[in-house]
């Protein structure tokens, strides 16, 4: 089963009104939906400290670059803020090359979050 033969275009509305977690609300309330991004990688994250000490000096790329690239699409995930108390929740939604947040939810080819 693939899901690249079905590229669809995902449409998000920049409201949803869904449950908040936040120990203030407890119950449903109307959430911004906007798209995560990676963070700044950070210079003393022990995985980047190790790479940079192997690296100095002399003797050129120590470690493997990577070349193999499988994957065409990444997952997108969804940050959906509380109005109310600020509460931020990740929801991760499926794979897809065309991803938009659009002022409603529109019924057109792909499916909406």
């Known amino acids: 089963f ?3 033969s079905r590229a669809a275009m995902v449409n998000a509305p920049k409201t ?4 908040c977690k936040g120990p203030k609300c407890k119950k449903h309330q109307v959430h911004r939906v906007t798209q995560q ?4 990688a950070s210079l003393y994250a022990q995985g ?6 192997k690296q100095s ?3 050129g790329q120590t470690k493997p ?7 065409t ?7 959906l803020t509380c109005t109310q108390c600020k509460t931020v929740r990740l929801l991760p939604i499926k794979r897809t090359k065309h991803f938009e947040i659009t002022e409603k939810t529109v019924k057109s080819k792909g499916p909406a979050f």
Request: a positive charge.
């Open 48 to 53: 980047k400290r190790r790479y940079d000490k």
């Open 57 to 59: 000096g002399f003797g």
């Open 2 to 4: 693939c899901w690249s």
């Open 65 to 71: 670059v990577f070349h193999k690239k499988a994957k």
């Open 16 to 19: 949803k009104r869904t449950f």
């Open 73 to 79: 699409t990444k997952k997108i995930t969804l940050r």
């Open 37 to 40: 991004k990676t963070g700044k």
